[in-house]
């Protein structure tokens, strides 16, 4: 009420910054080797083809829904560098270059993209324990805020067993409005948990603008609510995010407890391809955001390092293009998932009677039988 | 059960922008009903329910929230205390889960806990029902929950007039209201829409089609569903909307049964606990004399709703409800 | 429905120690058991459930947090799913309301939400029923709401015995398990419980007492106020304590019925989608052609749990229920 | 885990205060009348008195539970003194001195503690209009931390009808964990509602330390997670909390927004009569807090200031001692609550067929005729 449009309230650049938008350094690089650099920049290129991708496959119906990240890649990347083997994940939906850093499986990300059951998918797509990546990825919340009391019991949960893992969690800046948000939290603040928070502010939720959202000046100070650090970072430059993300993962693996840490970034594109967020915003956001691109600065600082040449891109995205189609295809070719499969997973052991006679009506159903014939209670076992 | 009234002068309207005009006329007849939610303003909601209002009433009468279902149904309560009118969007019955504390404590609680002198004229409208293959828990259909909570009225429209007269009947009620739009009728059809408002009851079940040899009950979607099961079979079956999904309308009910001595109940909902348990339980407790079978439910399965390659198989279609009729009608005792 | 088993070495318990005893030994058994929840440590829960606990096993295995419900049930099943095997203790089920988002969708959705990796072995132990006059929503029996939600387990002890067998088997069990303590049963008496540690099934009901004719299905404090009501009137009554709440053990319902030809339920819950109502339309459903009478629900009334002064009136007590067995019994079709 | 226990982490004194322990002022008190400060006093007294009373009551078995709020007494009165008129309260349960300030009607409490039903109480005890306390208060949240949102709702409908007046809501330190806070607080900060939270801080969650509570250091930087300012004071001294409340309550008024205020206190007894607290809590506290005690240094106060002398405790409490007991008496002379109460309230207009029957139902169990003989659904209307 009375509050100023987005666009007149742009997001103070009073934050950690190490690449400035114009691929210089303000600060110290982290120590990073080349090799690793140029592994950032495939994920990077591989992000975008995969989204790309996606969105090219909703359009033609094969997905229906898809979401992407363009514009917020370095957030999700520079702390999947900063994780490591053994830890756990909790992703929002918008990390897709969080998965591929981890060899996250594409194919069978793709089946469940298209409705798939998670069981179904891992018989058709199976994998020996070592090809499974090394973070463990929980599902993303569907339900917004909802990973964050997770990932906060997971990492009392190490700490309690004495592993120096952490849980890492993403949360976009609209979602920490829901309370599990700080019911977590209190719970993290209390236990000085192994966790690590990553609010990841791309300024709108849906097509609420982030100063509707709440009053605080900057999201990452929710954290003072429950006696959690928090930094505030560009999340457009993947060096902050990487070493802002590694030292409070360092501090978590040595019993130091959790911190919060606020990546001010951009959605560039609509919410997801059922948005239309031309309805709600304006394009000078977009040029303004334009000349802040994650990928862009970290292309001319690598281009300076003479990490990469110009040449670099076309050849990654080629093979990303390759190995992505395949895995995609991989994924597709997965035959659709047989409706009992529905009956899966709910509980362990002997199924009771309701789910015995559910399960044989569907199959009588699927038969081309009347499944409602039984008056006994003995009819379908 | 209430009957078709003359429209007067109408227009051709899906179930969406039925509301949506409901929605425009009640702001424009009460200053005190504010419509809130979170992307109901400037984008008029996911589904584009609210379309338009915002620029047209403007950000005192339109209002969008920060996103806590909990802390919108706690302050559209404290506002409706004070006299305000609120028109909650809860963009899906799944979202309403991290509401229950003030679902329960608040909104459905609070005019008994005060002995009736705060009054919670509070609507929630919020969408149900499979069938459109969103996301997990987009899909959801637990009415049941809300039946079994005193102190609130549920309804649930079946076609856009229908919505039209709920919706403004719910806004002008002094009752909490539960008003349930189910994502897959918002674009089905049109029908005639009288231009004028009007209001229909929220405690009434409504005949869709008199029938002799059995009573078939449903609402929302499945309404539709078991009307072209209906169609495609040759019994005579009445076809009841059950409309008004908390309190139950149980006399027309009833009443059908007797006359029928049949009975089936169609709905999307899981079925242990669900609302057909109810429903068979007040029908074979009051009318078992008249039954010449058992009630059966056609249900979906007691599971979570499914990944949406199996969500088809999964809701009650016309052939599960055909299926539901035969084994019904076929019966001997 | 499971039998009795031999005792051994047995010693006199209420409902309350028998829950503090088995608590003790599973937390000795397993080291990966964490009794967790506000007021559980120092000061032994506000009904001294966990009283020593605290002292005995430290404040790594015996863990009091804070003031969140919903902050409490996640963080639980994030330690669970991490291998550890959380004992929660909800002070009041009324309080779970505000827990509904992570009860559902961290609770009971994310075993199937992970296709089966994620297993969610998380015992919440909360207390529920009326009869000892405290605050509003300290009283709550909404257990249809669980029994709506799929992927969890609800059991219920009626007595010491069943009391220490049960919760055992919950903590043991690799499923979400509500365990209903009824307040008014922790210390209403005493009986022989093994010293031994042992289980009860979780998906079983209990014959309390056989009987010819007419079926009597309950749990919590309403087997005893049934087993009252039964020894008052002079009917071959078979007592069921439906001890598993969700999923339902249902055949021996069927055939107890089918045997009888009469039913009876009663519970605590009001009656509008409440637990009574799956339970009277599974039976109607599945045994009607036994059926002497319709089935009869006596429960609690369609409004919020009332002032101290007309709970009484409001709980069934003996009479309620012997009215109940009456009216059935005197049926004539 | 690991944290102190409370006695080895006494509260940090470093907050707002006007008067000190011995009585004598450290900064300038508030312009207040002699006459309203003996009222303060009168308050003061009759709390004592109430609860004392209430305490017996509940031994002997006419209330089934009693919270009282001793020690705390200078947090609800200092905060009702600084309501106006048309303002509305919504009060945790320890806030007995906020309800006798405002003249709320004991009689009518004391027959809702003993298990009465509004309606039933409001029949039997009437009041005129103008015999109605003048700040509306809304039931207590038995559910803690509900009440927060329900005040933010009514502020932000006083800011959308232009009415000047300000929603007041207590809650204890320990409800603030819970996700309604927060939720609420969301909301007041994005809307500038005009609300004033205090938190009553008294050290005690029933048997949970505050400082196992939350790892913040203070309740009062919660607000910081929602851009809302907040203050920490000495809530044993009524003056700064007088103070402190009018300053936020004329902000609010003036549209500037809602303010939060830790009030640091002590909860001198057992949480209800249910409790025991020597099971899970130290003498050395007890004999801390007795030292702040709000009443003996207001008392001291105006002891030096010639407000009251020694005789006139006595005679307050006299006084009192007899209107609260004709007020209880009154009360307790309620006949009971019949039965059929609990149906009232539920739902407007005519009752549908479920509450007829079941209202028919009860009449006939209570007329002694069994209520289970319709077999069609007719027989009982
Ligand atoms: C509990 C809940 N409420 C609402 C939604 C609907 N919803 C899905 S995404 C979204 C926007 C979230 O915005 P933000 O947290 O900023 O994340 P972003 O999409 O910007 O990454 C909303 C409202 C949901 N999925 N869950
Ligand atoms: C949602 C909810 N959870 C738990 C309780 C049980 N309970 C009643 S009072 C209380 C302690 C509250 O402590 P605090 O907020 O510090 O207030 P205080 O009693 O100290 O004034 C608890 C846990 C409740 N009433 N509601
Ligand atoms: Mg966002
Ligand atoms: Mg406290």
Chains 1, 4 share one sequence.
């Not at chain 1, 999947?80 to 591929?100: E, H, I, V």
């Not at chain 1, 998932?337 to 199924?351: I, V």
Request: with cysteine.
């Amino acid at each position: 009420m009375g509050k100023k449009k987005w666009s007149e309230v742009r997001p103070s650049e009073d934050y950690r910054r190490i690449l400035r938008p114009d691929g210089t350094l303000q600060g110290k690089a982290p120590k990073v080797s080349r090799k690793e650099l140029l592994r950032w920049y495939q994920v990077f290129v591989e992000t975008r083809t995969f989204e790309e991708i996606a969105v090219r496959l909703q359009r033609r119906g094969v997905l229906s829904v898809a979401a992407v990240s363009r514009g917020e890649e370095a957030v999700g990347l520079g702390a999947a560098a900063a994780m490591k083997a053994g830890d756990w994940c909790f992703p929002s939906y918008r990390q897709n270059s969080t998965l591929l850093y981890w060899n996250a499986p594409i194919d069978r990300a793709m089946a469940g993209l298209m409705g798939n059951s998670p069981e179904h998918i891992r018989e058709h797509l199976p994998m020996t324990a070592d090809q499974l990546p090394a973070v463990t990825f929980m599902p993303y919340a569907v339900f917004l805020g909802a990973n964050i009391p997770l990932a906060v019991g997971s990492a009392m949960a190490d700490k309690l067993a004495g592993r120096d893992s952490i849980s890492l969690a993403f949360i976009g800046e609209g979602s920490t409005s829901e309370g599990d948000f700080h019911d977590g939290l209190s719970f993290a603040g209390v236990f000085d948990s192994p966790l690590v928070v990553i609010i990841q502010n791309n300024q709108w939720c849906i097509s609420m603008p982030a100063s509707k959202q709440t009053a605080a000046e900057t999201f990452a100070q929710k954290a003072v609510a429950h006696g959690i650090p928090h930094e505030r970072i560009d999340g457009n430059d993947v060096f902050t995010v990487y070493d802002t993300v590694k030292k409070a993962a360092d501090r978590a693996r040595k019993g130091q407890g959790a911190t919060v840490i606020e990546a001010v970034t951009y959605r560039m594109l609509d919410h997801n391809t059922a948005d239309s967020s031309a309805v709600y915003r304006t394009e000078d956001e977009a040029e303004y955001w334009q000349t802040l691109d994650p990928f862009d600065r970290f292309e001319k600082y690598l281009l300076a390092e003479k990490i990469i040449d110009h040449s670099t891109r076309g050849t990654l995205a080629a093979e990303a293009e390759i190995w992505l189609r395949e895995a995609i295809d991989r994924g597709r070719a997965v035959p659709p998932t047989e409706p009992p499969a529905m009956f899966e997973s709910h509980l362990h052991g002997e199924p009771g009677w309701s789910e015995r006679h559910q399960r044989a009506e569907l199959a009588a159903e699927l038969a081309g039988q009347n499944p409602f014939v039984d008056y006994t209670g003995e009819g379908l076992q | 059960m209430s009957a078709a009234i003359d429209k007067g002068q109408t227009e051709e309207l899906n179930l969406v922008t039925a509301i949506n005009q409901t929605l425009r006329q009640e702001l424009a007849r009460d200053p005190q009903v504010r419509v809130m939610g979170y992307d109901i303003g400037p984008i008029g909601g996911v589904f584009r329910a609210t379309d338009g209002l915002y620029d047209d009433f403007g950000d005192q009468q339109v209002i969008d929230t920060p996103l806590t279902e909990n802390g919108l149904i706690g302050a559209a309560v404290g506002m409706a205390m004070r006299g305000e009118r609120p028109v909650v969007e809860m963009q899906f019955l799944g979202f309403m889960y991290n509401a229950w504390g003030q679902f329960i404590y608040s909104l459905a609680n609070l005019h008994q806990k005060t002995g009736g002198l705060v009054n919670v004229p509070v609507t929630i409208r919020t969408t149900f029902g499979g069938g459109i293959k969103p996301l997990p828990f987009h899909s959801e259909s637990t009415e049941a929950y809300l039946m079994h909570t005193p102190g609130i009225r549920v309804v649930c429209p079946s076609t856009p007039y229908e919505a039209k007269g709920l919706l403004a009947a719910a806004i002008r009620c002094d009752d909490p209201v539960i008003f349930m739009e189910h994502t897959k009728l918002y674009r089905a059809f049109r029908e005639p829409v009288p231009t004028a408002d009007y209001t229909l009851p929220l405690d009434k079940c409504r005949l869709v089609k008199p029938g002799k040899e059995l009573t078939l009950i449903a609402w929302g979607n499945m309404v539709h569903v078991s009307q072209q099961a209906v169609d495609e079979l040759d019994y005579d079956v009445e076809i009841i909307d059950l409309r008004a999904i908390a309190p139950i309308d149980v006399e027309p009910l009833l009443d059908s049964v007797k006359k029928t001595g049949r009975c089936l109940i169609v709905h999307e909902a899981r079925r242990t606990a669900g609302p057909g348990a109810e429903l068979s339980a007040l029908i074979s407790e009051y009318a078992m004399e008249w039954l010449k079978a058992p009630i059966k439910r056609v249900t979906a399965f007691d599971v979570f709703f499914p990944d949406n390659q199996v969500e088809d198989v999964y809701l009650p279609g016309p052939d599960r409800v055909k299926a539901g009729i035969e084994a019904v009608m076929n019966y001997q005792f």
